[in-house]
Antibody, heavy 119, light 112 residues
Framework: EVQLVESGGGLVQPGGSLRLSCAAS????????MSWVRQAPGKGLEWVAS????????YYVDSVKGRFTISRDNAKNSVYLQMNSLRADDTAVYYC????????????WGQGTLVTVSS | DIVMTQTPLSSPVTLGQPASISCRSS???????????LSWLQQRPGQPPRLLIY???YRFSGVPDRFSGSGAGTDFTLRISRVEAEDVGVYYC?????????FGGGTKVEIK
C-alpha cells in the first residue's frame, strides 16, 4: 500500500524557517517525481514545487523561488521542503504527492502537515 | 503562467441527478508530445485530494464510471452521471502541460 506521511509542520514566526519531511513507502520511491502542494485555510490548491527522480530537475512556483528548496534522499525514501524567510501568506496545509501512474498528475497524496506563520 | 478557470463556483445537485463542471485554460494544454495533461481531482471535506481523471478522459484506478471527462485544447468538462452522497466535496482541474503547474479555483458540489 502506498503511503506518504508528512511531518515537520508547526507554528513559526515571520522570517523563520521550517523543514518539512515526507516519508514514502509502498512503491519504488526513486522511480518517481515528487511534489509539494499547499492549501491555505479555506482556500484552493496551490502547487509549490516538484523534482524528478534523481533531483536534476526542480521547479518552483514564483512566490517561493529563492526561499524554498525541494530535495530528496532516495536511500531514505524521503522528500523534503526547506522553507526559509517564511511569510504569513505561506500559512497552509502542505501535502506531498507523487505520480506513480505516469498520469502527469498526482495519484497519491499524504494527509498533509499544517504550517502556521504568525507572531 | 497558465490560468485555469472553473465554473460554476458551486453546484447544488439532487441525488441521482447529473452534474457538470467546466474548466477553461488561458492557453492550449496540448503538450509538444501531443498529449493534453489536464486532470480532475476531488477533495472531500477534511481529506487530501484524490485523482479522478487524467489526460482529459482517463479514469484513474478505482474511480466509479459515473465520472467522465471530456474536452480538448482549452475547454474541458467533468461530468458526474448520477450524483451520490459520497460525491460531495470540491473538485479541481489541474494542468501539468507546463510549469508552473496550476489548479482551477475549485467547484463545490453539494446536495440540494
Amino acid at each position: 500500500e502506498v503511503q506518504l506521511v508528512e511531518s515537520g509542520g508547526g507554528l513559526v514566526q515571520p522570517g523563520g524557517s521550517l523543514r518539512l519531511s515526507c516519508a514514502a513507502s509502498g512503491f519504488t520511491f526513486s522511480s518517481y517525481w515528487m511534489s509539494w502542494v499547499r492549501q491555505a485555510p479555506g482556500k484552493g490548491l496551490e502547487w509549490v514545487a516538484s523534482m524528478n527522480q534523481d533531483g536534476s530537475e526542480k521547479y518552483y512556483v514564483d512566490s517561493v523561488k529563492g526561499r524554498f528548496t525541494i530535495s530528496r534522499d532516495n536511500a531514505k525514501n524521503s522528500v523534503y521542503l526547506q522553507m526559509n524567510s517564511l511569510r504569513a501568506d505561506d500559512t497552509a496545509v502542505y501535502y506531498c504527492a507523487t505520480d506513480t501512474c505516469g498520469c502527469w498528475s498526482s495519484d497519491y497524496w499524504g494527509q498533509g502537515t499544517l504550517v502556521t506563520v504568525s507572531s | 503562467d497558465i490560468v485555469m478557470t472553473q465554473t460554476p463556483l458551486s453546484s447544488p445537485v439532487t441525488l441521482g441527478q447529473p452534474a457538470s463542471i467546466s474548466c477553461r485554460s488561458s492557453q492550449s494544454l496540448v503538450h509538444s508530445d501531443g498529449n493534453t495533461y489536464l486532470s480532475w481531482l476531488q477533495q472531500r471535506p477534511g481529506q487530501p485530494p484524490r485523482l479522478l481523471i487524467y489526460k482529459i478522459s482517463y479514469r484513474f484506478s478505482g474511480v466509479p464510471d459515473r465520472f467522465s471527462g471530456s474536452g480538448a485544447g482549452t475547454d474541458f468538462t467533468l461530468r458526474i452521471s448520477r450524483v451520490e452522497a459520497e460525491d460531495v466535496g470540491v473538485y479541481y482541474c489541474m494542468q501539468a502541460t507546463q510549469f508552473p503547474l496550476t489548479f482551477g479555483g475549485g467547484t463545490k458540489v453539494e446536495i440540494k
